[in-house]
């Protein structure tokens, strides 16, 4: 049995993805939201994504240039990379928890308010 479990965490570690990433988790903004900002940077140089980010008027910006910021200071710091040879290989967003509020109408009625979260991941590469 043991010797199975060691043969698993071996295949784990050599298939794991070493690419820097960074992860913002329970995001006060729809994915639906990100995602839009999201098409803009995908594939953009390192530099060129976060000058974009830094001049756009969104909520959604600034958010996502936390996160590619994040993602190469772990290049750069923890794999040794140039942040000039980076690009933005992956980044994509999913649905976190929602959370629900009530809003009191009239006539003893209640309607339900959804205030969505997201998750959002980015992985630089470098570029070749």
């Known amino acids: 049995m043991a010797k199975r ?3 698993k965490t071996e295949k784990i570690r050599q298939t794991r993805d070493v690419r820097p ?4 988790t329970y995001v006060r903004v729809s994915s639906s939201k990100v995602d839009i900002i999201m098409d803009i940077v995908r594939n953009k140089p390192y ?26 200071a772990n290049a750069e710091n923890n794999k040794g990379m140039n942040k000039s040879d980076l690009y933005v290989a992956e980044i994509y967003s ?5 959370y ?5 109408r009239g006539r003893g009625r209640v309607d339900q308010i ?3 979260t ?4 980015v992985i630089l590469d470098n570029a070749k």
């Open 5 to 7: 479990v060691k043969e």
């Open 21 to 24: 990433y960074a992860k913002a």
């Open 47 to 72: 530099y060129e994504a976060v000058g974009i980010l830094k001049n756009m008027p969104n909520k959604s910006a600034s958010l996502i240039l936390k996160v590619i910021e994040s993602a190469g």
């Open 94 to 98: 999913g649905q976190g928890p929602t």
């Open 100 to 104: 629900k509020r009530q809003n009191i």
């Open 114 to 116: 959804l205030k969505r």
């Open 118 to 121: 997201s998750n959002i991941t």
